[in-house]
């Protein structure tokens, strides 16, 4: 049982579906006016979220100003009259003021969503059944944890970072000197990883390409992947250097610096705890979170463990990796968490979402133990309408419109049911569900499949290239893992940092995670901007057509089955447009060559006494000699080093004029504004 237990850990993050009571439905309000979502059997019982009509936001408004963002209270006499009923004792925005970004929160929305607490012997189902009678609430959405799929208890194949050493058993040379390279068959696959000497079936180039992607670019620092998972050890030795760091903040300082509305963050956040504090020494964490950042981001070339798809390299630094906690040992955030977590990531730079977890997909197997989750995008976003809110927040609003890329990439994992269905929120259509392929370009037996997936990358498969039927296969003499067709990354086990494997579309997501990254990094180095639509698109188009390899049957054996048992067949046929293409970082980049539009110049916004620096070259332009404000009293600029630099002096608007060498004149619009300019929010 210890050993089956073990290959369960090899799944990816996942919730667990909505568990819901026998003959529920969805709640519906006497005037038909309000969507209220099906309360779950799990529901947080004393919470429920409201999102409230547009109608109430100066009401509501002023009783968070007045209560200094504290209250037990709407102000809204219809509301409050269901509260005191309730005993309600906590009545809270759910999304914190972030002074730089609340005109575009009240734009989507966000602003008008609550978390209200009450007597935990209320009946929830009667509380929202008041809440629904109230014309002031658009929508009800009860509360919930999310939860793992997997043994929290892994014993993977664990490699201190002191028993790595160099290895040059391949047919070419690696471009980078990280010593473990040469077990990540995932990148670079010709038939000499480990892999190729215990399993016969390895095909030469089922791998992400990042061969001749590294040639040309290797990462950058300035694009940021917010990881959602465990915390990512950002002390890692072959992590930190990658680790995205919010400057001016500092950890136990007791401040919010940066005015996010989040004291503390230095390093991302624990939304588990609601704390700056993120752990990876809880019990029954598994280093999961700081496998997946590995994958994209592992410091390239520093002479230790392995690479990062891309963590830099040949004189370029990586992406940055942004850590934001949804589990955190035996504990996971709530729904409310995890939105915030969404939202957070867009507000503070990130412009992918990597996810390796989501609900159980529809045609999961029951007999097998899985919960079915939602079965259509319309029952998704009906159960859970705040993620889907928050999920719509970051793909539109993350990035810049003079950036790199207008609004951001969310990245799922598609599940581990053997289902023929993605997960959600993978199977939105505004997100990027990805499946897992072994080293032949098979898909993983556990894998999820369906049309809803988008694109396909190496994840592993152990009940494939083991012995079907003959489970001790897979473990050594000491009953851990062996490292056949599994994917190395960085790890920490009991807060030592080193290396290990696991396999999963767990595994597969931050391939796709890591070529996004890479591919941004090369799109911001040339110049090129995207919208977010564009640069999934071009990802699919140069992404490679693996269906011809979906022939006859392959053999695996079920991790829920009984050593000796009988192997399970796969008619790879019904596999075939069902999932998505290979992922294929070197195709992508020669994509971008000549896609999107030249990057230009953008508005700029600063706080009075606020000094702002931009790299000129960044948006093409080149021998800049002066720069000046139409109206000095409100800002001034500078040139220096092909740097510009403005400072606000008072609140308005005024123009920006930078002149260069060659006679061209480039113009934008520069805005001075303080917090939220007597707009009524905190």
């Not at 002031?136 to 050493?165: G, H, T, W």
């Not at 040949?314 to 992406?319: D, R, S």
């Not at 999920?391 to 993350?398: E, P, R, S």
């Not at 897992?436 to 999820?448: G, L, M």
Request: contains cysteine; hydrophobic residues 40%.
């Amino acid at each position: 049982m210890k050993r089956i237990a073990f290959v369960v850990a090899f799944l990816a993050l996942v919730t667990l579906g909505a568990c819901v009571r026998e003959g529920a439905e969805s709640l519906s309000p006497n005037d038909g006016g309000h969507h209220v979502s099906i309360i779950t059997e799990d529901a947080i019982q004393g919470e429920v979220i409201i999102k409230f009509d547009s109608a109430m936001e100066a009401i509501l408004d002023e009783t968070m100003t007045r209560s200094g963002g504290e209250a037990t209270r709407s102000g809204i006499p219809s509301t409050d009259e269901v509260l005191d009923i309730l005993g309600a004792y906590s009545f809270e925005r759910l999304f914190p003021v972030d002074i730089r970004h609340e005109e575009r929160t009240r734009q989507a929305g966000l602003h008008l969503w609550y978390i209200v607490r009450f007597d935990e012997s209320e009946d929830i189902a009667t509380a929202i059944e008041h809440l629904s009678q109230l014309g002031e609430v658009d929508r009800l959405q009860c509360n919930r944890n999310i939860y793992r799929a997997y043994n929290p208890d892994p014993n993977p194949r664990f490699i201190s970072c002191a028993e790595s050493e160099s290895h040059t058993t391949r047919s070419v040379a690696w471009p980078f000197n990280d010593p473990e390279i040469y077990r990540q068959w995932c990148y670079i696959n010709d038939g000499t990883a480990p892999i190729a000497q215990e399993w016969a079936g390895v095909v030469s180039g089922a791998d992400a390409g990042c061969a001749g992607a590294w040639e040309v670019c290797t990462g950058d620092e300035d694009i940021i992947v917010a990881v959602m998972d465990e915390a990512v050890m950002w002390s890692h030795p072959d992590l930190a250097d990658n680790i995205w760091i919010n400057e001016g903040e500092e950890l136990h300082a007791g401040q919010d610096a940066d005015g996010n509305g989040y004291e503390d963050d230095k390093y991302g956040y624990n939304f588990v705890r609601n704390s700056a504090v993120t752990s990876w020494t809880s019990n029954g964490s598994t280093g999961h979170g700081t496998h997946v950042a590995g994958t994209i981001a592992a410091v390239n070339d520093n002479g230790i463990g392995c690479a990062g798809i891309a963590g830099g390299g040949k004189g370029h630094k990586g992406v940055k990796i942004m850590s934001l906690q949804l589990f955190d040992g035996m504990n996971s955030a709530s729904l409310a968490m995890e939105a915030r977590a969404i939202k957070y990531a867009a507000d503070n730079g990130a412009v992918i979402l990597q996810c390796s977890w989501g609900y159980n997909s529809a045609k999961a197997n029951l007999i097998m133990g899985y919960t079915p989750g939602p079965a259509t995008e319309e029952e998704w976003a009906a159960t859970y309408p705040l993620e889907k809110e928050a999920l719509d927040y970051f793909i539109n609003c993350a990035g810049s419109p003079n950036g790199v890329i207008d609004g951001g990439l969310a990245i799922f994992a598609s599940g581990n049911e053997y289902a023929a269905q993605s997960s959600f929120p993978a199977a939105y259509s505004g997100c990027i569900s990805v499946a897992s392929i072994a080293a032949d370009f098979t898909p993983a037996s556990y894998s999820n499949y369906g049309s809803e997936v988008l694109l396909s990358a190496p994840g592993g498969d152990l009940e494939y290239y083991g012995t079907p039927g003959q489970e001790d296969e897979l473990y050594d003499e000491n009953g851990v893992l062996k490292e056949q067709g599994a994917i190395f990354s960085t790890l920490v086990v009991n807060g030592v940092a080193g290396y290990g494997y696991y396999e999963g579309t767990s595994m597969a997501c931050p391939h796709v995670s890591g070529v996004a990254a890479l591919g941004l990094a090369y799109a911001k180095q040339q110049h090129r901007h995207f919208t977010s639509a564009e640069f999934r698109e071009l990802m699919y188009a140069s992404a490679e057509d693996i269906d011809d390899y979906f022939v006859g049957e392959k053999l695996f054996y079920m991790r829920h089955n009984s050593a000796g048992a009988t192997p399970l067949k796969m008619n790879l046929t019904e596999y075939r447009g069902k999932m998505g293409r290979l992922v294929d970082a070197t195709a992508l980049l020669k994509a971008i060559d000549g896609s999107g539009r030249d990057m230009r110049l953008p508005n700029l916004y600063l706080a009075p006494d606020e000094e702002l620096r931009l790299v000129l070259e960044e948006y093409n332009i080149v021998s800049a000699t002066t720069a000046t404000t139409a109206n000095s009293s409100i800002a001034e600029a500078r040139i220096e080093g092909g740097l510009l630099y403005v400072v606000g002096h008072s609140k308005g608007q005024t123009s920006l004029s930078i002149r260069c060498s060659d006679g061209t004149e480039h113009r934008t619009t520069l805005t001075v504004r303080v917090g939220a300019e007597d707009n009524g929010w905190l």
